[in-house]
C-alpha cells in the first residue's frame, strides 16, 4: 500500500546545511506556476531559475508563465530559463491562452527543450513520471457544474471533460510506478480555499480529482489560486500542492519555487515539502 504522508516541514532551502542535499533514493521536485513574465520582466527570474540546478531533479511549471499569453512574453520565460539545465516539465495556463499565440509559444517552449504537456507524458526515469493538462473549471461537490440546459452550457462542461478524460489517459500510458499530475487548475476545493467563494468555480473542479485517484497519483501540483491554500488532499488521499508564486511568496518573501521530495527506493513514496527562496 501506497504511503502518502507528508513526514513534516524542514528548514527553506538557504537554510539547509551543506550536506542536506538531494538523498539517494529520492527525486527532488521543484515547482511554481504563475509567475507571470511580462517583456519587461526579462532578468527578474533568470538566476533564481537557475538555482533549481543544485537543489531539484526536474523542474515543474504549472502554468500562467505569461501575462497574455504574446510570444513576446514566451520568448522572455525562455530567456529565463536558459540556465536551467535540469528537465523541465511544464503546463499552460489560462493567460497563456489570452492572445490567440499559443500555438507559436507552445514552439518557442519546445524548442528550448521544455516538455510542454497537453495531455501528454514525460518520464523522467524508469520510476518517476509526469502527465499533465491544463485542466479546467467547474466547481467542486455540489456546487459543480452539470451538461443539463442550453447547448452553452454543455459546451462548457465537456470542455472540463475532455481535460479530466485528457489526464486520465496521460495517467494510464505512464509505465512508471511512481506518478506526478501537473495542472494549471485545482483539482481539490481544499488549496484554493482562501480564495472568495464567489470565485471557487472558476478556479478548478474536482472532476479533475477523480483520475488522480483511480491511477494512484503519487502527488499533483497545480496554480491559479493565488491566494490559496498551499496543501491538500484528494478523497483517495493524494497529496495536492498549489505552487502559485503569489502563494509561496506570501509564506516566504523571496521565494521562486516548492521542493518536494518523492523517495523511490522503497515500494513505499513519502514526501518532504520545503519552500527554495532567496538566500
Not at 499565440?101 to 524508469?126: I, M, Y
Not at 489560486?225 to 518573501?253: E, I, M, Q, Y
Amino acid at each position: 500500500m501506497t504511503d502518502r504522508t507528508v513526514t513534516g516541514a524542514i528548514p527553506y532551502a538557504h537554510e539547509r546545511s551543506g550536506t542536506d542535499r538531494r538523498k539517494p533514493g529520492a527525486v527532488r521536485i521543484a515547482a511554481v506556476g504563475d509567475f507571470h513574465c511580462g517583456v519587461d520582466d526579462v532578468g527578474a527570474y533568470r538566476e533564481l531559475f537557475a538555482r533549481a540546478n543544485d537543489e531539484a531533479d526536474v523542474l515543474v511549471l504549472t502554468g500562467d508563465l505569461t501575462r497574455w499569453g504574446a510570444v513576446a512574453e514566451f520568448n522572455v520565460v525562455v530567456g529565463e530559463l536558459a540556465d536551467v539545465t535540469i528537465p523541465i516539465v511544464s503546463v499552460l495556463g489560462n493567460h497563456d491562452y489570452e492572445s490567440g499565440q499559443v500555438a507559436e509559444g507552445t514552439r518557442v517552449l519546445r524548442s528550448r527543450g521544455v516538455h510542454l504537456l497537453c495531455g501528454d507524458t514525460f518520464e523522467l526515469n524508469p520510476t518517476v513520471g509526469f502527465a499533465g493538462v491544463k485542466g479546467f473549471m467547474g466547481g467542486f461537490g455540489r456546487g459543480m457544474l452539470t451538461p443539463f440546459g442550453e447547448p452553452e452550457t454543455k459546451a462548457f462542461v465537456a470542455a472540463t471533460v475532455n481535460e479530466v478524460h485528457s489526464l486520465e489517459l496521460a495517467l494510464r500510458r505512464l509505465s512508471t510506478p511512481i506518478r506526478v499530475a501537473v495542472l494549471h487548475y485545482a483539482p481539490i476545493s481544499a488549496t484554493i480555499a482562501g480564495e472568495p467563494e464567489s470565485i471557487h468555480p472558476y478556479l478548478g473542479t474536482d472532476r479533475l480529482a477523480e483520475p488522480l485517484d483511480r491511477y494512484a497519483a503519487a502527488v499533483a501540483f497545480h496554480g491559479h489560486a493565488h491566494s490559496g491554500t498551499l496543501r491538500g488532499t484528494t478523497l483517495g488521499g493524494v497529496p495536492v500542492f498549489n505552487v502559485s508564486l503569489p502563494l509561496l511568496r506570501k509564506d516566504k518573501p523571496g521565494a521562486m519555487y516548492f521542493l518536494y521530495d518523492a523517495h523511490t527506493a522503497a515500494t513505499s513514496i513519502a514526501e518532504t515539502p520545503k519552500v527554495s527562496s532567496v538566500g
